[in-house]
């Protein structure tokens, strides 16, 4: 079957088997940033934005998603560079692999466009099923109230 979506603003078409879920249709389609940690909705490294909403991509059928706008990390960042959640990340060292670090992203900017000025409970309950296998969870806290605060700035001086 032939499903037709935005992938971080693109017009995406994909002839699809009617089991092939969400996560094996993006891999296909050249979206790597989309990571496939269980296959079974554990980990969150799949973590895409249907709609503004994360979910993991591994659990869906690609058939769902059909009219929908995804986004993934690829599509954060924009002509005058990484988002400030990303930049955030990164100045608190909270970029620790590229296997956990997409869903991440992800997951937080949906809290963030929920709860701009979310506490650390708020964030670390948010990102619960986000899992790091090897490092923890400090710094990616540190990161994402740092990314919290330069959004709220920017929103605030413009
Ligand atoms: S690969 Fe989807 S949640 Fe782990
Ligand atoms: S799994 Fe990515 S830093 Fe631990």
Same mark, same amino acid.
């Given at each position: ?29 050249? &979206? ?23 979910? $993991? &991509?591994?659990?869906?059928? $690609? ?44 997951? &937080? ?18 990102? &619960? ?18 990314? $919290? ?10």
């Amino acid at each position: 079957m032939i499903i037709r979506f935005l992938l971080d603003g693109s017009s995406t078409e994909i002839d699809v088997e009617p089991g092939t879920t969400l996560l094996e249709a993006l891999r296909s389609v050249g &979206a790597t940033s989309v990571k496939d940690g269980c296959s079974h909705g554990d980990c969150g490294t799949c973590a895409v934005l249907v709609d503004g909403r994360a979910v $993991a &991509a591994c659990l869906l059928f $690609a058939a769902q998603v059909d009219g929908s706008s995804i986004e993934t990390v690829a599509g954060m960042a924009g002509d005058e560079g990484l988002h400030p959640l990303q930049s955030a990340l990164l100045d608190a060292g909270a970029v620790q692999c590229g296997f956990c670090t997409p869903g991440i992203l992800l997951t &937080a900017l949906e809290l963030l466009k929920n709860n701009p000025k979310p506490n650390e409970l708020e964030v670390r309950q948010a990102l &619960a099923g986000n899992l790091c296998r090897c490092t923890g969870y400090v710094k990616i806290i540190e990161g994402v109230l740092l990314g $919290a605060d330069r959004l709220a700035g920017a929103e605030g001086g413009s």
